[in-house]
């Protein structure tokens, strides 16, 4: 199965402050298809996880664009371009490329 | 608007049997594929599967096979986890989760929590 690998596993943060969190993966995520399936998910304290961003950097519906998503092969970044209160909480990777799906472990997104 | 309904949450012993339920409306169910993922207390997300939802053919992750079975009511919009033979470990929120293309979650239910206790 593919490992996946999130650090920091908490982020300490204040609001307007940039940050990004990696993700790496234990085998190459680019599909025979030319594409890359690795997605980022959030998900705030007691609530389900929502997409942030799709197939390594497209921005889903309705999220904001302070949300960025960059990397190839094995080695993924999310990058949150001025935090904002709204934005705390777990944020995972998740790979669809190779069967079966896996998350990473996940990185907690707190308030300094 | 897109929606996944979720049953309520479920207290089990071990041994028995429960179903859970997901309602989806907004879109036309049978043109989406269907994920569940389980998160025990306190942990992250583990992949269970998934469900065709246009032939109903299901698909298991190694760690859910034997005891899991996931079912359509299709005439209803509803996609069902049942677990039989419930153990301590099976202790955990599940979540049902629409795939809206080469495994994009795009969105998910509530949760249903499962908790097993004698």
């Known amino acids: 199965d593919v490992v996946l690998t999130q650090t920091p596993p908490t982020l300490s943060a204040t609001i307007g402050q940039s940050v990004s969190i990696s993700c790496r993966s234990s085998?190459?995520?680019?599909?025979?298809?030319?594409?890359?399936?690795l997605n980022w998910l959030l998900q705030r304290p007691g609530q389900s996880p929502q997409l942030l961003i799709y197939?390594?950097?497209n921005l889903e519906s309705g999220v904001p664009n302070r949300f960025s998503g960059s990397g190839s092969e094995t080695d993924f970044t999310l990058k949150i371009s001025g935090v904002e209160a709204e934005d705390l909480g777990v944020y995972y990777c998740?790979?669809?490329?190779?069967?079966?799906?896996?998350f990473g472990g996940g990185t907690k997104l707190e308030l300094k | 608007q897109i929606q996944l309904v979720q049953s309520g949450p479920e207290l089990k012993k071990p041994g028995e049997s429960v179903k859970i339920s997901c309602k989806a409306s907004?879109?036309?169910?049978?043109?989406?594929?269907m994920h569940w993922v389980k998160q025990a207390p306190g942990k992250g997300l583990k992949w269970m599967g998934w469900?065709?939802?246009?032939?109903?053919?299901?698909t298991y992750a190694d760690d859910f096979k034997g005891r899991f079975v996931f079912s359509l009511e299709a005439s209803a919009s509803t996609a069902n986890l049942q677990i039989s033979n419930l153990k301590n470990e099976d202790t955990a929120t599940y979540f049902c989760?629409?795939?809206?293309?080469?495994?994009?979650?795009?969105?998910w239910g509530q949760g249903a929590s499962v908790t097993v206790s004698s």
């Open positions: 197939s390594v950097s």
């Open positions: 989760a629409r795939d809206s293309g080469y495994g994009v979650m795009d969105a």
């Open positions: 998740m790979q669809a490329t190779h069967a079966p799906l896996t």
């Open positions: 469900i065709n939802t246009y032939t109903g053919k299901p």
């Open positions: 085998q190459s995520l680019l599909d025979s298809d030319g594409d890359t399936y």
């Open positions: 907004g879109y036309t169910f049978t043109d989406y594929a």
